[in-house]
């Protein structure tokens, strides 16, 4: 069984920063892609960064481009997204997600639908 444990989240001020984390228990995701969602109160769950296996290739939302930053450390099957300069547009509950695979798999994933494992979600809340 799979768990994808997300930390990091809380109350800031815009234009401050926090780290989200992404543990991973069950086995390795060292060799799956891996992402970042958010879901917004009334939206739907939106990509916010992806990367791959190795992380040396990473997608960014536009509105977090220069923001945020999606690292991986396999050795710790830990995913972590580093969000600058947030703003309030940014409060949403984050999610971490990854796919089953683990096939060292070109690339990374953006879509929903492609990832197999979610973790249960960690509120960000940013004030004005």
């Known amino acids: 069984q799979v768990q994808l444990v997300e930390s990091g989240g809380g109350l800031v001020q815009a234009g401050c920063s926090l780290r989200l984390s992404c543990t991973a228990s069950g086995r390795t995701l060292s060799r799956s892609r891996m992402g970042w969602f958010r879901q917004a109160p009334g939206k739907e769950r939106d990509i916010v960064a992806a990367i791959n296996w190795s992380g040396n290739n990473a997608y960014y939302k536009d509105s977090v481009k220069g923001r945020f930053t999606i690292s991986r450390d396999n050795a710790k099957n830990t995913l972590y997204l580093q969000m600058n300069s947030l703003k309030p547009e940014d409060t949403a509950v984050y999610y971490c997600?990854?796919?089953?695979?683990?096939?060292?798999?070109?690339?990374?994933?953006?879509?929903?639908?492609?990832?197999?494992?979610w973790g249960q979600g960690t509120q960000v809340t940013v004030s004005s």
């Open positions: 997600a990854a796919e089953k695979s683990q096939g060292y798999r070109l690339g990374y994933v953006t879509g929903i639908d492609e990832y197999d494992y």
